[in-house]
């Protein structure tokens, strides 16, 4: 099976049964972020314990791109402390800037290493990133709200 065929199913496989899924009522922080371009929309609660990501819960509706990928997300950053959370989420983003020229570190992100593809295309860039950026704009409200 060819790798970008495999990516594909995985990210089809995150969009048909995502991951953390349904709003916990237990939070630090909520925020609601919207892809003004294509008009997906998440909302994204996430609860610290000190530095430790204690839980990301989501919901949200768009393309299979953008809930795929908070999905993987949140399977990526529970349980993380705030400083490695960093790494993982500027290793994504560094993925997603770099037009198809990089592969991502499958050390760092994982399954998250299947947008690859998704970084050819700059009109899909932002549908990868919004669950990514809410979670950042979340978590320094967290740390806000200590």
């Given at each position: 099976?060819?790798?970008?065929?495999?990516?594909?199913?995985?990210?089809l496989d995150h969009y048909k049964h995502p991951?953390?899924?349904?709003?916990?009522p237990i939070f630090s922080a909520q925020v609601h972020h919207v892809n003004t371009s294509c008009g997906d929309e998440i909302t994204l609660n996430i609860e610290l314990v000190?530095?430790?990501?204690?839980?990301?819960?989501?919901?949200?509706?768009?393309?299979?791109i953008s809930q795929a990928s908070v999905s993987m997300m949140s399977d990526l950053l529970i349980g993380k402390r705030l400083e490695?959370?960093?790494?993982?989420?500027?290793?994504?983003?560094?993925l997603m800037a770099s037009k198809g020229t990089s592969a991502g570190d499958p050390e760092i992100l994982e399954d998250a290493v299947a947008f690859a593809?998704?970084?050819?295309?700059p009109g899909r860039v932002k549908?990868?990133?919004l669950g990514w950026?809410?979670?950042k704009d979340?978590?320094?409200?967290?740390?806000?709200?200590?």
């Open positions: 099976m060819e790798l970008d065929s495999l990516y594909q199913e995985v990210i991951a953390h899924k349904g709003l916990n000190g530095q430790r990501i204690n839980s990301i819960t989501w919901d949200g509706q768009g393309c299979s490695e959370a960093d790494v993982i989420v500027k290793s994504f983003s560094e593809g998704v970084s050819k295309f549908c990868a990133l950026m809410a979670f979340a978590a320094i409200q967290a740390q806000t709200n200590e």
